[in-house]
T-cell receptor, first 109, second 113 residues
Framework: AQRVTQPEKLLSVFKGAPVELKCNYSYSGSPELFWYVQYSRQRLQLLLRHISRESIKGFTADLNKGETSFHLKKPFAQEEDSAMYYCALHLRNFNKFYFGSGTKLNVKP | KAGVTQTPRYLIKTRGQQVTLSCSPISGHRSVSWYQQTPGQGLQFLFEYFSETQRNKGNFPGRFSGRQFSNSRSEMNVSTLELGDSALYLC????????????FGQGTRLTVV
């Protein structure tokens, strides 16, 4: 069965520190993985997708099929990065997303 | 272009009533999906519509239903409301294809009392 696991509910770091938000998935097919972010009082929005292999707002995420992981990383966290982060697995044939439970990132000054 | 619009933003209903939520997708998007977001269960898929047809359904009781109109606008209906239906209901629209991005609305906050 498809599943996305984000083991940390809350991650607190100081400004300038590195941050890694963990995401593991369970899927027998070829995964399409995304990170979505929800800032306070804003709608859920796409942060990045694995296929594009780009860096958005300094964040990167690498798909590791061997470890079935798609961890989100940023070398130097900023206060404006404080938000809820959701890892999501997209099933193309069903156009359906499975979301992880989310990790709240709190960047302290 | 305009984003996904959901109305109303807030609703308060009593147990046993029914409710209808509306979603207007981004122009050109024919796929509309609905999600329920709660603190305990996170984001859970309700159903997806494409070209007025429900293509996929999540594990929710039959009290949850929806439809899509020819202009791709979608409505979600919940009948015989229960306290546990209190949640943020999110609508997302997208194109169809590989690695397609879902664009979310701001949601409708439903409170059942």
């Amino acid at each position: 069965a498809q599943r996305v696991t984000q083991p940390e509910k809350l991650l607190s770091v100081f400004k300038g520190a590195p941050v890694e938000l963990k995401c593991n998935y369970s899927y027998s097919g070829s995964p399409e993985l995304f990170w979505y972010v929800q800032y306070s009082r804003q709608r859920l929005q796409l942060l990045l997708r694995h296929i594009s292999r780009e860096s958005i707002k300094g964040f990167t995420a690498d798909l590791n099929k061997g470890e079935t992981s798609f961890h989100l990383k940023k070398p130097f966290a900023q206060e404006e990065d404080s938000a809820m982060y959701y890892c999501a697995l997209h099933l193309r044939n069903f156009n359906k997303f499975y979301f992880g439970s989310g990790t709240k990132l709190n960047v302290k000054p | 272009k305009a984003g996904v619009t959901q109305t109303p933003r807030y609703l308060i209903k009593t147990r046993g009533q029914q409710v209808t939520l509306s979603c207007s997708p981004i122009s050109g998007h024919r796929s509309v999906s609905w999600y329920q977001q709660t603190p305990g269960q996170g984001l859970q898929f309700l159903f997806e519509y494409f070209s007025e047809t429900q293509r996929n359904k999540g594990n929710f009781p039959g009290r949850f239903s929806g439809r899509q109109f020819s202009n791709s606008r979608s409505e979600m209906n919940v009948s015989t409301l229960e306290l546990g239906d209190s949640a943020l209901y999110l609508c997302a629209s997208s194109l169809i294809g590989a690695d397609t991005e879902a664009f979310f609305g701001q949601g409708t906050r439903l409170t059942v009392v």
